[in-house]
């Protein structure tokens, strides 16, 4: 009967450009910053749910950000915003009760996308640390070093 149990949500992404692309020097080129991305997908059940080629640095800020939000506030709710995208939000999770719900500007399909909340987090703080080792070992760079030159909106 409780949907959301039964749900599995799986996060995956490459990088979509060579190891070289950006050094330690470029930590203030914003341009340079912005032009690293990953394709990104999210699976639910299984079901292609989103598929998107993201700024690498941007998405991780965000995720960084709401989980040191989530630390001080356990129902905060996670937005993705990019400096390239003015319509909204192209990922959220909006907790609700002890569930949460991850939504998409850009769906490829319509999937029952609610989870038990602590589940959700559990995977975006995964996600989010996944991501930083990936960035600084792919690249070879330290990305505390970048953090405060790289873009980041927290609404429309």
Not at 119 to 146: A, M, P, T
């Amino acid at each position: 009967m409780e949907k959301y149990r039964t749900n599995t949500l799986y996060f995956t992404y490459h990088f979509t450009c060579s190891p070289n692309e950006i050094t330690a020097i470029d930590k203030r080129d914003t341009a340079k910053i912005l032009s690293i991305d990953i394709f990104f997908t999210i699976k639910i059940n299984n079901q292609l749910y989103f598929q998107a080629d993201l700024p690498a640095f941007e998405f991780y800020k965000a995720l960084a950000k709401w989980q040191k939000k989530w630390l001080k506030n356990q129902q905060a709710a996670f937005y993705y915003f990019s400096i390239e995208y003015d319509e909204g939000a192209i990922l959220e999770m909006i907790p609700f009760h002890q569930l949460a719900r991850l939504n998409t500007s850009w769906p490829e399909a319509e999937v029952y996308n609610v989870f038990a909340h602590q589940y959700l987090v559990n995977e975006l703080s995964l996600l989010e640390g996944n991501l930083k080792n990936d960035i600084e070992r792919y690249f070879d760079i330290k990305i505390s070093s970048f953090m405060p030159h790289i873009p980041y909106r927290e609404e429309c």
